[in-house]
T-cell receptor, first 111, second 111 residues
Framework: DVKVTQSSRYLVKRTGEKVFLECVQD?????MFWYRQDPGLGLRLIYF???????EKGDIPEGYSVSREKKERFSLILESASTNQTSMYLC??????????FGAGSRLTVL | GENVEQHPSTLSVQEGDSAVIKCTYS??????FPWYKQELGKGPQLIID???NVGEKKDQRIAVTLNKTAKHFSLHITETQPEDSAVYFC??????????WGAGTKLIIKP
């Protein structure tokens, strides 16, 4: 069964802390994505990557960075967490063709 | 850029009845329209998709229709069952990498 695994399901951090959200996929997919999900706003793309060491900004990249050192792993980094970054974060991967496989999500609360 | 509007935000139907969720999009160049279902505690999962060269697609109890002239597409679920309760997202894309998402519809199936 193919999987996208997000290592942390729930995190609570303080304002100003550096936060790492990790995502690993076992499907040998080239493309990986980080989305943010907020009620009433759907899914908004933060960053995506279609190859190792490649990254592209999505619609809301401000305050975030990403790292893709290996094909299977795509990390989202909040350099200095703020309360408005409290949200559900979803990682996804695809082989192309638009079909995304999502992880279960990481719910981040910034106090 | 593309904008996708999804209605209604919440839909409550009696078990066994049909449910219809509608999305409109703004970019006439969009050519791929997937629907994802998100169950509680899980990431979204693709349930059906349609490309712009097709007007309707069915898969058992679910169907999607596309009206390119009016720029809207709809998800139809017949004979609803309790396991259909979830949040449903539509999306539109003119490439295989970036999807623009609707805000989501919470479908409640009443016993």
């Amino acid at each position: 069964d193919v999987k996208v695994t997000q290592s942390s399901r729930y995190l609570v951090k303080r304002t100003g802390e550096k936060v790492f959200l990790e995502c690993v996929q076992d499907m040998d997919h080239e493309n990986m994505f980080w989305y943010r999900q907020d009620p009433g706003l759907g899914l908004r793309l933060i960053y995506f990557s279609y190859d190792v060491k490649m990254k592209e900004k999505g619609d809301i990249p401000e305050g975030y960075s990403v790292s893709r050192e290996k094909k299977e792993r795509f990390s989202l980094i909040l350099e200095s967490a703020s309360t408005n970054q409290t949200s559900m974060y979803l990682c996804a991967s695809s082989l192309g063709g638009g079909v995304l496989t999502f992880g279960a999500g990481s719910r981040l609360t910034v106090l | 850029g593309e904008n996708v509007e999804q209605h209604p935000s919440t839909l409550s139907v009696q078990e066994g009845d049909s449910a219809v969720i509608k999305c409109t999009y703004s970019d006439s160049a969009s050519n791929y329209f997937p629907w994802y279902k998100q169950e509680l505690g899980k990431g979204p999962q693709l349930i059906i998709d349609i490309r712009s060269n097709v007007g309707e697609k069915k898969d058992q109890r679910i169907a999607v229709t596309l009206n390119k002239t009016a720029k809207h597409f709809s998800l139809h679920i017949t004979e609803t069952q309790p396991e259909d309760s979830a949040v449903y997202f539509c999306a539109a894309s003119d490439s295989n990498y970036q999807l623009i998402w609707g805000a989501g519809t919470k479908l409640i199936i009443k016993p």
